[in-house]
């Protein structure tokens, strides 16, 4: 399958039509950005180790009984997908406390939570992806009910499913980030679910195994994205 005309562009993949009209080819790139694109650098590896993570989740997801946008790997680097409208909207689960609940709250870093948190964040880098709640998302029509009731549910449950995936192997999922679309009447989950997009903690060190370690300047950020796909078993 060939690449067609690029739709867009994003901090770390790119969008191509496919010669499906209802499929689409994600580009992962190399580029690894941080603070809103502030800061963005190349991690050799970076965009092939994300791909094949990403497949490997997505395929767990659906067997799992998630409907997602994954269709078929096609290289190192891209992956054909459903073609979905997105919504322009962030979901995240917090296990743990870190990040910005932390700022915004004033409460201590790495807590565990009496329950797992949920949090709406509308996506756009120009204000930051601020915090939203379902009443924004329903008055602006970014959403419908039945979206909003979804994307909880279907986030929740992915919680679940991978919190089991990376405890098997000694890993705690500390938060993540999903996005989904609707292709028709269907919500499929959209995206990625890579170390790019969650926090995932070493269970007994507490390393950070994710895109923290670029945020914080720690270094082995691709190494610690394939330590991570090998102890779920993935051999990239
Ligand atoms: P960003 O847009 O935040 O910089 P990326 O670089 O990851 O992020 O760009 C990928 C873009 O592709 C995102 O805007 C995402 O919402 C969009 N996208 C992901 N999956 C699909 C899909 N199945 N159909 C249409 N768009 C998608
Ligand atoms: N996240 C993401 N994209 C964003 C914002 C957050 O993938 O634009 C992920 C992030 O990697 C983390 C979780 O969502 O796993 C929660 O992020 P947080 O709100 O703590 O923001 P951060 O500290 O990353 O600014």
Redesign the pocket.
Known sequence: MQRGEQLYSGKAKSVYESDQDDALILHFRNDTSAFDGERIEQLDRKGMVNNKFNAYVMEHLEREGIPTHFLELLSDDETLVRRLDMFPI?C?V?NIA????CKRLGVEDGVDLSQPTF?F?LKNDELH?PMINEYHIKSFNWADDEAVEVMKVQTFKVNDILSKLFADAGMIL????LEFGRQGANIFLGDEFTP????IWDAETREKL??DRF?KGLGGVVEAYEQVAQRIGLDI
């Open positions: 962030e995240v917090r870190t990040g910005s609940i949090e964040f992806d500390v938060d993540f980030k790019d997009g969650c926090r994710d895109k945020r």
